[in-house]
């Protein structure tokens, strides 16, 4: 079965510049996340959504980053305009309900540098 | 203070060895509780549950002290490949949010 998928799995570019970043989640799990580790701060979530509707925004950093969920197979993060402090590994994860005790499966992550 | 805590480490063993992580928890009405493992440049993967009566998985046991607010793995006779970060996880009173500690960082050597 496929797990979480991401892309692209690295990203390189410069200062100003629009990032998107795009994720699948596994078919049937109704609850996406999006996180971002960093050294420094570790995994924070940034957002998650339920029914593709968001529940929590309160861990996206400022208004450069936006999320959606137009449909239950696929949701984009985009950051406009990037800075170098935007650089990190964003993952994905998915859950079949959201649940406390469900399981989230993380997708491999991209790997975002800003120049 | 950080929702969750835990000691980076790294814990440097040999094979064979018995090793334990520690977690704490700020919020009391934290609900769900786990163990994540995360490899070098590799995303997070669930490693197991905390139940409050405490669980074992083969060679890892898991426990929770809820009045201590204070989580533990324990991984009997480590192998090699239990070399990874470590990571503890709470969820919020409310919701599916999992908070995330720092990690431990284990390493086993042959």
């Known amino acids: 079965d496929a797990g979480v998928i991401q892309s692209p799995r690295h990203e390189v570019t410069e200062m100003g510049q629009e990032v998107t970043l795009r994720c699948k989640p596994i078919s049937g799990h109704n609850s996406l996340f999006w996180y971002r580790q960093t050294m420094m701060r570790g995994l924070e979530l940034l957002i998650y959504f339920n029914n593709n509707v968001p529940i929590d925004d309160s861990g996206m950093p400022e208004d450069r980053f936006s999320a959606k969920m137009p ?3 696929f949701s984009t993060l985009k950051i406009q305009p990037s800075e ?25 992550g991209t790997r975002l540098t800003v120049l | 203070r950080k929702e969750v805590e835990q000691d980076p480490g790294p814990f440097n063993v040999p094979e064979g060895a018995t090793v334990a992580f520690n977690c704490t928890y700020s919020n009391s009405a934290s609900q769900s509780f786990f163990w994540y493992r995360q490899d ?15 669980n074992e998985d083969g060679r890892f046991t898991a426990q929770l002290n809820r009045a201590s607010q204070y989580i533990s793995l324990l991984i009997r006779d480590s192998k090699l490949s239990d070399s990874a970060t470590y990571l503890c996880v709470v969820t919020g009173p409310n919701t599916g949010k999992l908070i995330f500690g720092q990690g431990t960082t284990l390493q086993v050597k042959p």
Do not use: I, W
Request: overall charge positive; hydrophobic content about 30%; glycine content about 6%.
């Open chain 1, 71 to 73: 449909n239950a197979s």
């Open chain 1, 84 to 108: 170098p402090r935007d650089s990190a590994v964003y993952f994905c994860a998915s859950s079949l309900s959201g649940a406390r005790s469900d399981t989230q499966y993380f997708g491999p």
């Open chain 2, 40 to 54: 070098c440049r590799k995303e997070p993967k669930l490693l197991m549950s905390v139940y409050s009566s405490g």
